[in-house]
């Protein structure tokens, strides 16, 4: 009887043990007091842009706020007002320390967002130097009382070759400094590139076996799936969407021998600097089999036909407005613009992610063959 006792006092003492490891804590200040309370919201899906209300935080007249939390480590966002959050990774057992002045945070007790936080330092710098920088030369020029069309072109192509460089300065700082913390489930949502599967593949595997309760480990596998599935080689999805006319039209509707899936945006320079070889292409390959299935991740109508009409897009265009909340976005991993999928007549994607003369080859190669 005594060790029945003990056995059942041992089995629940194991099971408190666990359940406050699982639990975190989140204290901290903020100065000055300009609202009530801040809300912490998990990020349930950050390629779908979805979120859930987790706790509200009360802030007591001399600015301080603390909740305790029984909840598996996953991604949250702490608001502290419309324009201005904080995200954090928040791992088993953690308790974080936030101090807020003047928006400005301080955030200690939390390794999972120490890395997380570098990791987004490190992004905004290396945006700013290869991809921002080139915007506001762009910007510039559009500005002038005569603008050179040829240098904008040629700037907002080395727009698209510099963010391929972004992102290969972001691979390798998770290579190298993010390991398998769980603000890898931020980086994960500008993870690109075939040459980048196998690594992608490899880390989500060591994560997952870390991890193995995990939301955010499904997530992970779910990207790597789909990055997969949309690689060169793979399958392309059917997708249906509705055109200016608000009719659905289904890719196997105007699908032929080859046809573009391009991703674009009226706000997306370099998608509007390319209209101008796509129209090119569909005269010259149109009557062979070529079509072009444009899908605007726009979220203003008016925005999306006014580019339509300017940039003389008279091929098939369908759109949610919903911008990169879009179902078809998700299905085949669309993060940024510009964004294509070359697809032959069985549906197998034969390119991905073609500009300007890469196209045409493609192109050129295949029809002429």
Same mark, same amino acid.
């Given at each position: 009887m005594k060790r029945f006792i003990f056995i059942v006092y041992l089995l629940i003492f194991i099971s408190c043990t666990k359940k406050e490891s699982e639990n975190y804590s989140i204290q901290g200040q903020i100065s000055p007091v300009n609202t009530k309370y801040l809300i912490l919201r998990q990020q349930t899906d950050i390629e779908r842009q979805l979120s859930t209300i987790i706790d509200t935080l009360s802030i007591s007249k001399d600015g301080k706020f603390s909740t305790n939390l029984t909840l598996k480590p996953h991604l949250y966002t702490l608001h502290i007002d419309i324009k201005n959050n904080i995200t954090l990774a928040i791992g088993k057992g953690q308790h974080l320390t936030i101090d807020i002045n003047n928006y400005e945070s301080k955030i200690t007790g939390s390794k999972d967002t120490d890395a997380l936080i570098a990791y987004e330092n490190f992004r905004k710098k290396s945006l700013d130097s290869l991809v921002q920088s080139v915007r506001k030369q762009v910007k510039k020029i559009k500005e002038s009382e005569h603008p050179d069309q040829e240098k904008i072109l040629k700037l907002e192509q080395l727009e698209v070759e510099n963010y391929e460089k972004h992102l290969t300065e972001l691979n390798d700082f998770i290579k190298n400094k993010m390991g398998t913390t769980l603000g890898l489930y931020?980086?994960?949502i500008r993870w690109k590139g075939a040459e980048n599967l196998p690594y992608y593949d490899s880390l989500v595997t060591v994560f997952n076996a870390q991890h193995p309760d995990l939301d955010i480990s499904k997530k992970l596998r779910g990207k790597v799936t789909r990055l997969q599935q949309t690689s060169v080689g793979g399958t392309a999805t059917t997708i249906e969407m509705k055109n200016v006319e608000e009719a659905l039209v289904n890719l196997t509707s105007i699908h032929k021998k080859y046809t573009l899936i391009d991703f674009w945006a009226s706000w997306c320079g370099p998608c509007r600097s390319e209209s101008k070889t796509l129209n090119s292409l569909y005269k010259k390959y149109n009557a062979n089999g070529f079509e072009i299935y444009g899908i605007s991740l726009d979220s203003h109508k008016e925005k999306w036909l006014k580019a339509l009409e300017k940039d003389h897009r008279i091929w098939t265009n369908v759109s949610?407005?919903?911008a990169?909340? %879009?179902?078809?976005?998700?299905d #085949?991993?669309? %993060?940024?613009?510009?964004?294509? #999928?070359?697809?032959?007549?069985?549906?197998?994607?034969?390119?991905k992610n073609l500009h300007e003369g890469e196209l045409n080859s493609l192109l050129d190669r295949l029809f002429n063959n």
């Open positions: 931020a980086t994960s949610s407005l919903e990169f909340k %879009t179902k078809a976005a998700f #085949y991993t669309v %993060t940024a613009l510009p964004m294509n #999928y070359l697809i032959d007549a069985e549906y197998k994607i034969v390119g």
